[in-house]
């Protein structure tokens, strides 16, 4: 959700020729969501500064926060071969947050000169300091995940991610200090790297609710997205305000905790 340090960049450079593409041709099956959100090279609302996020997010007060749960699948990258140099780069996570800390496991896919790669990641920030890749998770297009973030206290949180489709699964769990447990979320966005944000890879549509209900805790009451009065309206990836939106959620379905994200603009980096 942060920054990505040049340590790490290197660290993914590394990790797209170890791992080199997978498929990505297999297509996600059709996903009964509602319609989706504003027609390609639509341009969002004044209203929308979302410098990254395109998804939902709840808030509570202080402390509130305590569990979040989020399915998704895959998305498979579908646009063109990448620039020399340049990263395309998309992530799709759930998180507990504040203004200052992060927790949250998910799922990337990179391209970077024509090598496109799938990994599962975890990142606890500032103390991990960026994403860290999850070795032991292969992960592929069309591969349906579960993730979740859980408040132990004292500051203490435990990040699962599972891939539902493999059944190989992966928890870890770190100490973040000044952690407020204020916000849940179920987003999609490109990383912060050196010079700002990374281009948003086409991903197609990401698919939220595909095998589970995303789902949170706060102040005590568990329910989907959708059932907190606190829910926030759908951000739209589109920076500086009334730019062309890079990617937008729709509305939720009937059970309040599905959605899907849609990708249409790739956006500069910075």
Do not use: H
Request: glycine content about 10%; overall charge negative; charged content about 10%.
């Amino acid at each position: 959700m942060k920054v990505i340090t040049a340590s790490l960049i290197v660290a993914v450079v590394l990790t797209v020729w170890v791992f080199p593409s997978l498929s990505a041709d297999s297509t996600p099956p059709v996903y009964s969501d509602p319609t989706m959100g504003l027609p390609a090279g639509t341009s969002c609302p004044p209203t929308c500064t979302s410098y990254s996020w395109s998804g939902y997010f709840v808030t509570g007060p202080k402390g509130s926060v305590t569990d979040v749960k989020g399915w998704w699948q895959v998305p498979t990258y579908t646009g063109a071969l990448c620039n020399a140099n340049e990263f395309y780069f998309t992530v799709v996570d759930v998180y507990i947050t504040d203004s200052k800390t992060a927790e949250n496991p998910g799922t990337a896919v990179m391209c970077y000169e024509g090598v496109v790669s799938y990994w599962a990641f975890t990142e606890f920030w500032p103390t991990q300091g960026g994403y860290v890749q999850i070795s032991s998770i292969t992960v592929s297009p069309g591969d349906v995940i579960s993730a979740e973030v859980k408040y132990l206290g004292s500051g203490k949180f435990t990040e699962s991610i599972k891939d539902v489709t493999t059944g190989i699964s992966y928890s870890k769990t770190a100490t973040v200090k000044g952690a407020t447990e204020t916000t849940a979320g179920w987003i999609v966005q490109p990383p912060e790297g050196p010079v700002g944000m990374f281009p948003l890879a086409d991903f197609g549509t990401v698919y939220w609710g595909v095998g589970g209900t995303n789902s949170a805790t706060i102040s005590r009451k568990t329910g989907p997205i959708g059932s907190f009065s606190t829910v926030a309206s759908t951000e739209s990836v589109c920076y500086p305000s009334g730019s062309p939106a890079k990617a937008v959620p729709s509305a939720l379905s009937a059970d309040e905790s599905s959605f899907s994200v849609q990708w249409y603009n790739l956006g500069p980096e910075g």
